[in-house]
């Protein structure tokens, strides 16, 4: 079945520093990449979308020059979170499709927490 | 956008007895609806989902209800087992490999 691996797990930094989160779809080809973020006993909610080659579309009320998104080739997708703060404590959590045999596929997930 | 609603928030079920989580959805669009099942901190894996052109789906102990002029759905889970404690998450969309919109989450216990 399709495999979306996840690093890191879990990551600490310091507020004002930058992290970078990496998505790969390793048995099959990842054409979309949704990237959600679930803040603690709440729901996931949809951040990002992005397709293989072009920019990101952002959901409404996320700032693209803080959470970018990087979908370069058919198999890694990367979410940089810059110049974290504490609010930006959360889980985030990847998805990928390739849009013909395989649905939504999620990452493991990666629990932020900035200090 | 879509909206799509959850209930309830927990559910508690004696072991053995049935459990039902209940959707609505607002967008007429979408023809895709899958639940999920997430432990703590782990990802939301995929229990059973249906499309619109189906009211009914049956997979073991765990069923899936579609009301498309309503826009509802449920999820049906017979004879409990521990292992079924978790958070159930119920999604709509307009297809299987198109945006989500999740529900609010469902806190299932199941006491043994």
């Known amino acids: 079945g399709a495999v979306v691996s996840q690093h890191p797990s879990r990551v600490i930094c310091k507020s004002g520093t930058s992290v970078k989160i990496e998505c790969r779809s390793l048995d099959f080809q990842a054409t979309t990449m949704f990237w959600y973020r679930q803040f603690p006993k709440k729901s996931l909610m949809l951040m990002a979308t992005s397709n293989e080659g072009s920019k990101a579309t952002y959901e409404q009320g996320v700032e693209k020059d803080k959470f970018l998104i990087n979908h370069a080739s058919l198999t890694l997708s990367t979410l940089t979170v810059t110049s974290a703060h504490p609010e930006d404590s959360s889980f985030y959590i990847c998805?990928?499709?390739?849009?013909?045999?395989?649905?939504?596929?999620f990452g493991s997930g990666t629990r932020l927490t900035v200090v | 956008g879509e909206n799509v609603e959850q209930h309830p928030s927990t559910l508690s079920v004696q072991e053995g007895d049935s459990a039902v989580i209940k959707c609505t959805y607002s967008d007429s669009a979408s023809n895709y609806f899958p639940w999920y099942k997430q432990e703590l901190g782990k990802r939301p894996q995929l229990i059973i989902d249906i499309r619109s052109n189906v009211g009914e789906k049956k997979d073991q102990r765990i069923a899936v209800t579609l009301n498309k002029t309503a826009k509802h759905f449920s999820l049906h889970i017979t004879e409990t087992q521990p292992e079924d404690s978790a958070v159930y998450f119920c999604?709509?969309?307009?297809?299987?490999?198109?945006?989500?919109?999740f529900g609010t989450g469902t806190r299932l216990t199941i006491i043994p």
């Open positions: 999604a709509a969309g307009p297809a299987r490999n198109e945006k989500l919109t």
């Open positions: 998805s990928a499709t390739d849009r013909t045999n395989y649905g939504y596929t």
